[in-house]
């Protein structure tokens, strides 16, 4: 493309953004005149009903005589606590990920003799199609794994030879297919990326044998696919705690209102990888490693208390960080006195932060927990705000040597089975399309002849 081009392709850009700027207005106020409920959160900040469900539970908050009130999180997969199933996890030494998909998705845990058989399913859908990696990622790198990914899943249609089928047993095979061919998809695109877009060398390893898949993602991703069982079992917590969020996190009511309209799996699951790619949802783990790095960088001590709330005040005035004006990692659309995986992560976080020279990120990241709500509600006037998973997942990451283009691509292999649940609740259950209602408040106006028109 010639530098001209170039030039009259921006102008007439910045020309068609004016014309759009002065035809087009939605005034916030006029939507709280109307009650009508923007992003589908009633007055009281909790979300609108929409559906029902049997997977997951998000508790935040009690009701005291119709009154919302302030409660510690909860996590609670098909009746279990998120919580006493980390405590087995360690107080057992296992991996516990190929557990909660089982349990997601056919509502009870499995047997071991269910497991053990579940683990050989999931090996033997573990590798990609013949020549797709070549064809499919090789042939067209990404510098966004997220992209990438979603791609890859609407490439997976031509390989399958019933993709439009909606019964259970057909839904229920692409959704085992797709969450046991994610991570080598992601790992593969990530390598590729590495070696177009970084100048990097790449390594592209076969799946071993008997492995979980917290240890499939570090033994792909690693070139020397060394990893102690200890990084291993933390990145299977990560992938427990996001397993799943119910049915109205942003990605998992995409998933759910593309399977209303009877489309295919793999269009429903690629449209949540593109939700979740967004910074207000599964990118915000990124966003707390740039906000870390910024405080690390211009704060003269990070660990005193007083120096990091004044950062943290600009921040929030949009005088520092990235101009949002957000907090990373603080807030939460269900939490309100805690978040449970926050909790979990710290507490995992802690031994792995000591042993790999984290101290004062960790320390920072502990502060911000502790001090964030009351700098919030000082400057921004907002009430029952506090750290969410987001804060902790990436130095996680960071401290597994994980790379940064990795954090939300992680979230999406975390959550794929929440996806895939949700989804056959959908199409079984529900079966009608979610159609909301938007109020037209645009001004009629008279049709004039192209020559009238000035």
Known sequence: MTEQTQRIRMEAIAYLCEEY?????????????????????NPDGTGVLAGLTNVCDVVGYDWVDGKCVPAAGKLIYRGIDVERLIRAAAEEDRFLFEEVIWLLLFGSLPTAQQTQAFLRVLEAYRELPENFAED?????????????????????????????????????????????????????????KRRV??????????????????EHILSTYRADQQFTRAEARLLDLCLVLHADHGGGNNSTFTCRVLSSSGTDTYSAISAAIGSLKGPRHGGANHKVMEML?????????????????????????????????????????????????????????????????????????????RIGPAIVEEVKGTQNVCANVDLFSGLIYRMLGISEDLFTPLFAISRIPGWCAHRVEEVV??????RPAYKYIGQEQEYLPLEERV
Do not use: W
């Open 293 to 369: 790095d910024g405080i690390l960088a211009n704060v003269d001590d990070p660990c005193d208390d007083a120096q990091l709330a004044d950062y943290l005040r600009r921040i929030l005035r949009r005088e520092a960080g990235d101009g949002s004006g957000l907090i990373y990692g603080m807030g939460h659309a269900v939490y309100t006195k805690s978040d449970p995986r926050a909790v979990i992560l710290r507490q995992n976080a802690a031994p792995l932060a000591a042993q790999k020279g984290f101290e004062t990120e960790f320390r920072v990241l502990c502060a911000i927990e």
């Open 136 to 192: 499919m990622i090789m042939k067209a790198p990404s510098p966004n794994i997220m992209n990438k990914m979603a791609r890859s899943v609407l490439a997976l249609y031509s390989y399958d030879d019933d993709p439009e089928g909606l019964s259970l047993q057909n839904i229920m095979r692409q959704s085992i297919a797709l969450i046991a061919e994610l991570p080598s998809i992601m790992v593969n695109a990530y390598q590729i």
């Open 21 to 41: 700027l002065k035809n087009n207005f939605i005034d916030p106020e006029t939507s709280e005149r109307l009650g009508v409920k923007r992003g589908l959160r």
């Open 429 to 434: 259950f529900a079966n009608r399309i979610m």
């Open 197 to 214: 877009y970084d100048r990097q060398s790449m390594y592209l390893h076969l799946p071993q044998p008997g492995q979980s898949t917290a």
